[in-house]
């Protein structure tokens, strides 16, 4: 570990959650429900939902228009991270009062946007694309040893179950990347690192 190369994201997943459980709780479906079982069920959406778009202009396509989420719903045809559309059901999660809580689909590019625009959530500081970036040609010099590092691009933990995320990092680190060194490439994860729960 080169720890001079670290860097933090101004978020976690938890601060996800309460993102989406104060996103249901705005919009009145949450009344007198216990604040552990909200929780819950936000993970729940957020696991369930989360997608990322193939590029920033893709996923301003996918929300313009959209109104948000409701208490039911049916499914939506949403355009995937490679440019074909599906059709895509709401998230949902039953509480144990019966009451049935949504996410519908462009909500769940915008749980997955964060990772690469914090401000999509009200998070300040660069996407992670960014901070990925500056720290492999920043931290490393000469160039042959920060080469080795863009070279075989590891994506892990929680978020790299999201669907696309991490090969959407890696095209935005690749229009990111200076002219003098390698193009970033995604290297396969171990199977021993994919038993890891969403972020």
């Known amino acids: 570990v080169v720890y ?5 994201m101004p978020f976690a997943g938890v601060d996800i959650t309460q993102y989406v459980a104060g996103l249901l ?8 429900v216990d604040p552990l079982a909200l929780e819950e069920a ?3 959406l957020k696991e369930q939902a989360s997608v990322a778009a193939a590029s920033g202009e893709e996923y ?8 948000g989420g ?9 355009g995937l991270a490679n440019g074909e559309v599906q059709l895509r059901q709401p998230a949902s999660y039953t509480l144990p009062d019966g009451r049935k809580l949504t996410l519908d689909p462009h909500e769940g590019y915008q749980l997955a946007e964060v990772f ?5 959530l009200g998070f300040d500081g660069p996407g992670l694309a960014e901070v990925a970036m500056e720290a ?4 490393f010099d000469p160039v042959h040893k920060r080469a080795g590092h863009l070279s075989d691009i590891l994506i892990c933990g929680g978020g790299s179950l999201i669907p696309n995320l991490p ?3 890696v095209a935005e680190m690749r229009a990111l990347a200076p002219t003098n060194v390698p193009e970033p490439t995604l290297m396969t994860m171990p199977e021993y690192l994919q038993v890891c729960d969403l972020v």
């Open 4 to 8: 001079a190369s670290a860097r933090r």
């Open 25 to 32: 709780t705005s919009r009145g479906l949450t009344d007198g």
């Open 42 to 44: 936000a993970e729940s």
């Open 60 to 67: 301003a396509r996918l929300s313009k228009g959209n109104n």
């Open 70 to 78: 409701s208490a039911s719903g049916g499914g939506k045809k949403e």
């Open 116 to 120: 690469l625009d914090p401000s999509v």
């Open 136 to 139: 492999a040609t920043n931290s």
């Open 167 to 169: 090969q959407r990092i």
